[in-house]
T-cell receptor, first 115, second 116 residues
């Protein structure tokens, strides 16, 4: 029940295209859903996050869509650029359930944006 | 921009040896975490630390693991007797004290531990 399932494992998109990565969770206690971006040799860095009281959040070219009833959320990268090539991790946390706020990560998606 | 610093970037050790991985969290942060990522797998939570004590630990964090904040700035992860399966990238993370941003975890670049 603590798992977060992520797909696809890898994704190739042409420059200017839309990249879509999907995640699903089971634990209804999760109330915070961030996406992290990781470049080779670097640690994960927060990209964008959403709470379950909204169905969509947009920051620049990055949008999270959230479906509470389906327990799914997705990351959309509009106008994908070669510089977006990285590994993307979805994650979930229970912020209201305790002090630890540990992140449960998905398995990651390796995105390659071809010029 | 402040960042979480981890040293060393790569640690090679023999099986059965003790290793200490070091982290310097962002200076005003109060919550600290260790995660690990086995090559090709997802990032997994190990332990969280607040107010000088462990607040939660995962099943992975057994008696061979310990954490310490020895001097108010460093945050260390010790593995007493390393096993081959401890080979992974270990990430330190920290979060700031303000409630609105408490959930943002800032990650270091990681220490790659290779157990031979």
């Amino acid at each position: 029940q603590q798992q977060v399932k992520q797909s696809p494992q890898s994704l190739i998109v042409q420059k200017g295209g839309i990249s879509i990565i999907n995640c699903a969770y089971e634990n209804t206690a999760f109330d915070y859903f961030p996406w992290y971006q990781q470049f080779p040799g670097k640690g994960p860095a927060l990209l964008i996050a959403i709470r379950p009281d909204v169905s969509e959040k947009k920051e620049g070219r990055f949008t999270i869509s959230f479906n509470k009833s389906a327990k799914q959320f997705s990351l959309h990268i509009m106008d994908s650029q070669p510089g977006d090539s990285a590994t993307y991790f979805c994650a979930a946390s229970n912020l209201s359930g305790g002090a630890t706020n540990k992140l449960i990560f998905g398995t990651g998606t390796l995105l390659a944006v071809q010029p | 921009e402040p960042e979480v610093t981890q040293t060393p970037s790569h640690q090679v050790t023999q099986m059965g040896q003790e290793v200490i991985l070091r982290c310097v969290p962002i200076s005003n942060h109060l919550y600290f975490y260790w995660y690990r990522q086995i090559l090709g797998q997802k990032v997994e939570f190990l332990v969280s630390f607040y107010n000088n004590e462990i607040s939660e630990k995962s099943e992975i964090f057994d008696d061979q693991f310990s954490v310490e904040r020895p001097d108010g700035s460093n945050f260390t992860l010790k593995i007493r007797s390393t096993k081959l399966e401890d080979s992974a990238m270990y990430f330190c993370a920290s979060t700031p004290p303000m409630s609105g941003t408490k959930n943002i975890q800032y990650f270091g670049a990681g220490t790659r531990l290779s157990v031979l």
